[in-house]
Structure formats: C-alpha cells, structure tokens
C-alpha cells in the first residue's frame, strides 16, 4: 500500500523505532527493498535519488513503485532524495509521489527558508509531504553535495524556520556524512534532543550507511524517526555482481537471470538488517492503521 513519508515517521517518532529510507537503483532493488520489508511486515520508505530519476525517467520510476507498493502488505512510501533542483521536484510532485527533500543547503538562510516555504506551497498543494535541509550534511552523493561545511545554524533557528516555511520533517547535521567513513564520526545524538524539545516534527538522519546498531539506538533513543540507507545498498548490490561475475568467467556460464537473483537476494538481506535494527519489523499494521 502506498503511504505518506510524514506519517509513516510520525508513528516511528511515537513509537520509539525509525523508518527506513532506502535508495534503490532500478526495479530490482526497488523489488528487492519492497520484498524485505514486506517479508519482515516493517513499513519502508524507497528513496530515489536525482541521478536515478534523471537515469531513469520520473514516469518510468513512477510505474515501477506502484506496481510494487500497490500488492504489499506494508505501508511504502516514495520519496525524492536530496534535491535542489526545484524543477525536478515539480515533476515528481506532479507525479504524486510521498514526499520530497528540498536541499536548499548551497543557498543562504533567507533564500534557503523563501524557497523551502514556495516548495511546501506547491508539494502540500498535491499532498505531498517535505523534508528539509537547510544546513549541509558532509558527502557527495550522487552528485549532490559538498565535502565541506557550507552552512549551519542552530537548534532555534532550524526550528523556527521548519515553523514559518511548515515542512513536514527536518534533516540536520548530526556528525554523520554520505558516502563511506574514512574515520570515525563525531555524531551529535543530543542536537537531536535539543531539536525535539523545539521542534514536533520527524528528525532525520542522513549518512547512516557503517554506523553500528548502538549508533542507530542512540539516535532513535534521542528522537530520529527517519534513517537513510544509500551507500550500503550500492555496495551490496554491485558486490553480489561483482562475484556473479567473476564465477561466470570461471565457469562461462553466463546467466543474466541468475545475476539478477543473487543482486536480489543481497539486497534484500541489505534492506532486512538496517529494518531490524531500527525497530520496525513487525510493525507494518500499526503503521498503517496510523496513516
């Protein structure tokens, strides 16, 4: 069943587990995610990023999630990642997808906040739920972002501007970066906390991919009720063909399908442990019920 991103996070934040998104890459990760969710009864969020749309075409990826979410068993949404191109989230809005994330974090604050309030104009217009970063999380990914710190402000103002411009949830820095660590985070649980106690709206964590599961606890424990997975399921998925196809030029079997159904499997097996570990599995009817 098809859900709203808001909503679904909403239940997490009350419930004291978060919500996967993960970023899928073609409709077979996007099976494989829906599968693994499905199979655990944990709602999910597939995530997409700008790359993967341009990739693949806002239409096409459209079919494909509906086709998959329309006969699960669990609540899944469809959510735009890390976007600052406002053309590219009128096309998705258009498209009735979940939600999207407005990264307004290469502006500055008054133009970051006047054009997250015009996003949520247009997105709340066509039901569609907003994230929102206004201050920059460290990492590329998929093209969008920067390795340096370009803008960040404090708890107070990020709650203040999530109240004028009324999105939906909010992604702040929280020590965590996109991409793989090169050495360990400093990671800022207690900004959660502070933001809380300003702020009602869902917490987002960004850069969750080689956190350990006490991390993750920590996070949740503090207030994130949406974590984001890309990185590890990239890696899963172009491991599991990177051995497939060292085996075939072994053997010369060369077998599409079968390299599809072990992509599958490693994906899902990826989706299942980060649904685990944030504590939604075997939540899917309340969340839904929720919505």
């Not at 996967?20 to 655990?40: C, F």
């Amino acid at each position: 069943m098809i859900a709203s991103t808001a909503q679904l996070a909403r239940h997490g934040q009350a419930h004291g587990y978060a919500v996967a998104a993960i970023n899928i890459l073609d409709d077979l990760s996007l099976r494989a995610v829906v599968a693994a969710a499905a199979e655990l009864s944990s709602p999910v969020i597939v995530q997409v990023s700008v790359k993967t749309v341009r990739s693949i075409g806002v239409d096409l990826l459209t079919a494909m999630f509906r086709a998959a979410a329309a006969g699960a068993p669990v609540p899944v949404a469809l959510h735009l990642d890390h976007c600052p191109d406002r053309q590219v989230i009128a096309d998705v809005v258009a498209a009735g997808w979940s939600s999207v994330l407005f990264d307004a974090s290469d502006r500055d604050l008054a133009q970051a906040e006047a054009e997250t309030a015009e996003v949520v104009a247009l997105a709340h217009g066509a039901g569609v739920d907003v994230e929102s970063e206004i201050e920059n999380i460290i990492g590329v990914e998929d093209g969008v972002g920067s390795d340096v710190s370009l803008h960040g402000y404090s708890v107070e103002v990020l709650a203040d501007v999530a109240e004028r411009t009324g999105v939906d949830l909010l992604a702040p820095q929280l020590g965590t970066a996109h991409g793989e660590y090169r050495k360990a985070p400093v990671l800022l649980p207690d900004r959660v906390r502070e933001l809380a106690k300003l702020s009602e709206r869902p917490i987002v964590l960004h850069g969750g991919t080689g956190l350990a599961e006490s991390d993750f606890r920590a996070f949740i424990d503090a207030g994130v009720a949406k974590i984001n997975i890309s990185t590890g399921l990239k890696l899963a998925y172009m491991h599991s063909a990177q051995e497939h196809l060292a085996r075939a030029e072994a053997s010369g079997k060369w077998d599409p399908p079968s390299m599809f159904a072990d992509i599958s499997r490693a994906v899902r097996a990826e989706a299942a442990k980060h649904l685990e570990m944030f504590g939604s599995a075997g939540r899917a009817d309340a969340a839904a019920v929720a919505r």
